[in-house]
């Protein structure tokens, strides 16, 4: 049973406009999420995170949203740039453990963006 | 960032031949190293988490004796699937942190290995 869900493999987008990604959760226990970006031939980097005590948390273009009544957070890009474009995995872990602590992963999300 | 390299990126081999996966921290010592296996369409799963100098520890369903894991220096880590056979076949990709940092923006991920078992 999948506990962290992004059912959109693919998400494509044009230059300018908003992305927006998205991810469902059924572990009420998380406390902690992420969103990683992939790009080929690489191994994910962290681009941003939320404490489950907050709604939202913004970083540049990049603000991730937390509705925790409906174990829901998205991923906002704007404006969105080539560059963006990669595989966006959403993570969740229990009792933060920092960097020790262990990550549910979701299947991650493809997003093209159009020049 | 810091960064994990991981060798080989990518290895086909014959099923019942075991084959070794090594993954680096080139520039911080990585206390604990965990490894994932990504099937197609699927999500990244953890394996097993080892930290220097013990043994891993297994998620459940992983078969210890099958995925062999070896981290005895702080920049090094080995995965060796024995007996290697076709259901193997799969994305295999670690990840290094430091168990200084507390934060998991100390996590660092390889660029993974596309594992071929014919």
């Known amino acids: 049973d999948q506990q962290v869900k992004q059912n959109s493999p693919s998400l494509s987008v044009q230059e300018g406009r908003i992305s927006i990604l998205n991810c469902d959760y059924t572990?009420?226990?998380?406390?902690?999420f992420l969103w990683y970006k992939k790009y080929p031939a690489e191994g994910p980097t962290f681009l941003i995170s939320?404490?489950?005590?907050?709604d939202k948390n913004e970083d540049g273009r990049f603000t991730v949203f937390l509705n925790k009544s409906a174990k829901h957070l998205s991923l906002h890009i704007v404006p969105s740039q080539p560059g963006d474009s990669a595989v966006y995995f959403c993570a969740a872990s229990e009792n933060y453990g920092g960097s020790q602590g262990n990550l549910i992963f979701g299947k991650g999300t493809k997003l093209s963006v159009k020049p | 960032g810091a960064v994990v390299s991981q060798h080989p990126s990518r290895v086909i081999c014959k099923s019942g031949t075991s084959v070794k996966i090594e993954c680096r921290s080139l520039d911080f010592q990585a206390t604990t190293m965990f490894w994932y296996r990504q099937f197609p369409k699927q999500s990244l799963m953890l394996m097993a988490t080892?930290?220097?100098?013990?043994?891993?520890?297994?998620e459940q369903g992983v078969e210890k004796d099958k995925f062999l894991i070896n981290h005895a220096s702080l920049t090094l880590s080995t995965l060796t699937v024995t007996s290697a056979h076709p259901e193997d076949s799969s994305f295999y990709i670690c990840?290094?942190?430091?168990?200084?940092?507390?934060?998991?923006?100390?996590?660092?991920f390889g660029p993974g290995t596309r594992l071929t078992v014919l």
């Open positions: 990840s290094a942190s430091n168990r200084d940092t507390r934060s998991y923006r100390g996590r660092f």
């Open positions: 080892s930290n220097e100098g013990s043994k891993a520890t297994y």
């Open positions: 939320i404490s489950s005590i907050k």
């Open positions: 572990n009420s226990m998380f406390d902690y």
